[in-house]
């Protein structure tokens, strides 16, 4: 799935005054690796960001992809999934909101709610440490899964 061509042309904005504001370089690599994770719904891991890159930009490579990707986490222009350890994945969308997670076929889908961004953190929590975002995951089976065929991706 991807994004509307005008909130992909946003997120490149984003990007653009990002890398300035940071003294980045903007090289066609970094611009074509964020353009895949920017235009995707799909919360992408690097492998397929990969894959997608190198459609347009031949001479890429996996290493360079977890190298920008690494880089673009810092700067805050994309946000990474789960626990490093795991088979991590990106999200373009950096905005306040929260995921559907389908547990067969692990697709990851985004939602807003007003009142989960609202929600007490327990007091517990902030003793283990500082809160940076809270972002819910609701667990499920999509209604392709549930139906007997899986999306391929
Ligand atoms: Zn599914
Ligand atoms: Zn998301």
Redesign the pocket.
């Known amino acids: 799935m991807t994004l509307p061509p005008e909130e992909i042309q946003e997120r490149m904005i984003r990007l653009k005054e990002t890398l300035k504001r940071a003294g980045v370089k903007l090289t066609h690599q970094r611009l074509e690796v964020f353009r895949e994770v920017a235009a995707s719904?799909d919360?992408p891991d690097a492998e397929n960001i990969y894959l997608g890159v190198r459609a347009r930009v031949p001479t890429i490579s996996l290493d360079t992809v977890y190298r920008t990707l690494g880089l673009l986490r810092d700067l805050g222009v994309v946000?990474a999934?789960g626990p490093p350890r795991e088979r991590v994945r990106y999200?373009?969308?950096v905005a306040a909101?929260?995921?559907f997670v389908c547990l067969e076929c692990g697709a990851?889908?985004?939602f807003e709610c007003e009142a989960f961004d609202r929600l007490t953190i327990p007091a517990a929590v902030k003793h283990w440490g500082e809160i940076e975002k809270v972002?819910i995951e609701v667990r499920g089976r999509c209604h392709a899964c549930a139906r007997g065929n899986p999306q391929t991706k």
Do not use: C, E, M, T
Request: hydrophobic share 30%; no cysteine.
């Open positions: 719904k919360h946000a999934l999200d373009g969308n909101h929260h995921h990851i889908l985004d972002q």
